[in-house]
């Protein structure tokens, strides 16, 4: 008999016809015993909780909760992983479309590898489901990992659409705390201190790109367009993106949340040596020349091109600047 699996879907003023589909792909699965659990985040949007109360009344798997007030997508996460009982657990976006086996092949890899946590390629596609790059990995350099890696204490692994956990993972993330910045991060990393994890280089869902995306896998140059609009262009304005958003919030804030949550000593300390580095480069306004310090705790496979950025940004602000400009 197969396993249950718990879906945890959240929403919030969600574009209805990319939920749809997103929950016509999930409720069609090659595996059918799974469980969709979703919640709103005070939405405030009648006609999305029509469409949301009609998928309940029409199919017993899914189970809905509409929030009293706005919670934010973490606290939403966390709702939802207390509501889920299955031995194992996949988090969904409510705009992506999942390829029919995407359930399928991600518990099979689970098994089989016996491992806490897998997760798998993506096409990225467009607000008209257009194949934008048909690769997510190999778009974004994600770092590969099978079994466990210094990577999962330093590098977010795998986005948290891509990913499917076992409820060992769910029991130690919960409650969360304060220094929770990404519920994926988390999986990645409490995984890596477990088991282990595995990824399956195939394709298995639609990763939608679009303008109200959270995050949504935009790349650096998305981003530098974004900031400057906002703040403009000099390298005061650099050197505060650099900080803000991406030393501490794509590396430090991570860093502390893992080593708050880490039990493993060796971890613990791999952690503390991280955040005093990344602590260090926040003081650099020109030039930082601990390179080494940088491949101890970001080096590794299938990360040539992010190393490459990365590095100018890290320890050659200044050359960086040049690209922000």
Not at 86 to 92: N, T
Not at 177 to 192: C, G, P, T
Not at 235 to 259: P, Q, T, W
Not at 264 to 293: G, P
Request: neutral net charge; contains cysteine; glycine residues 4%.
């Amino acid at each position: 008999m197969e396993d249950k699996i718990d879906i945890l879907l959240a929403t919030y003023k969600t574009n209805i016809e990319f939920l749809t589909k997103q929950i016509d792909s999930i409720l069609t699965q090659s595996y059918t015993n799974i469980n969709l659990i979703i919640s709103d985040d005070n939405s405030e949007d009648i006609e999305l909780k029509e469409v949301l109360e009609n998928y309940e009344k029409k199919d017993e798997r899914v189970k809905v909760f509409f929030q009293e007030k706005n919670i934010g997508y973490i606290k939403n996460f966390e709702f939802l992983l207390t509501k889920s009982d299955a031995e194992y657990i996949m988090f969904s976006d409510h705009d992506d479309i999942w390829y029919p086996e995407k359930v399928e092949k991600s518990i099979k890899e689970l098994l089989e590898e016996n491992v806490d946590c897998v997760y798998v390629n993506a096409n990225q596609i467009d607000k008209d489901d257009k194949i934008i790059h048909k690769n997510y990995f190999k778009y974004k350099n994600v770092p590969l990992i099978f079994g466990k890696n210094k990577l999962g204490n330093s590098r977010c692994i795998g986005i948290g659409c891509s990913q499917i956990f076992t409820k060992k993972i769910k029991e130690k993330m919960l409650p969360f705390k304060e220094s929770v910045i990404a519920h994926d991060w988390l999986v990645s990393f409490l995984a890596n201190e477990r088991k282990g994890l595995a990824y399956i280089d195939e394709p298995l869902f639609g990763y939608r790109l679009h303008e109200t995306n959270v995050f949504g896998g935009r790349n650096l140059d998305q981003n530098l367009n974004r900031w400057k609009e906002e703040h403009g262009n000099s390298y005061k304005s650099y050197l505060k993106y650099r900080k803000e958003k991406v030393i501490d919030k794509a590396y430090l804030n991570g860093a502390i949340m893992c080593y708050e949550y880490s039990r493993v000593e060796e971890n613990k300390k791999f952690l503390e040596k991280a955040i005093n580095y990344y602590k260090n480069l926040e003081e650099s306004r020109y030039i930082n020349f601990h390179f080494i310090k940088y491949f101890k705790f970001l080096g590794g496979h299938n990360l040539f091109k992010k190393m490459i950025k990365e590095l100018v940004i890290f320890h050659f602000p200044i050359i960086g600047y040049i690209k922000f400009r």
